[in-house]
């Protein structure tokens, strides 16, 4: 079983920043790939940002530029930097997991809230 929690969400002002945090409960080494999607109200769930195990990153061009991926293998924690944040970055943002040992599965997050409003 695998634990992934989010933190870092809240109410920032368009052109503010914040750090999304997910700690995961399993060794970053044993997990092939993480990731970041978000899902605004009435909206499809939309991928953000991906990141290897490799260190490959891919992000939605809606973000590229503004959000930065990243990882510490030391605290088992991916993050999220968001830069220039605009209102449409509002929405719930949710940390995934593949792990090599088990394909085809995807873990999942609980959620933390970003709204980017003035």
């Known amino acids: 079983q695998v634990q992934l929690v989010e933190s870092g969400g809240g109410l920032v002002h368009p052109g503010g920043s914040l750090r999304l945090s997910c700690a995961a409960s399993v060794s970053i080494f044993s997990i092939a790939a993480m990731g970041w999607y978000r899902q605004a109200p009435g909206k499809q769930r939309e991928l953000v940002a991906t990141l290897t195990s490799g260190g490959n990153t891919n992000y939605a061009d809606s973000v590229k530029g503004r959000f930065t991926i990243s990882r510490d293998n030391v605290k088992n924690t991916l993050y999220l930097q968001m830069n220039s944040l605009k209102p449409e970055d509002t929405a719930v943002y949710y940390c995934?997991?593949?792990?090599?040992?088990?394909?085809?599965?995807?873990?999942w997050g609980q959620g933390t809230q970003v709204t980017v409003s003035s």
């Open positions: 995934v997991a593949d792990l090599h040992l088990v394909p085809g599965r995807r873990y």
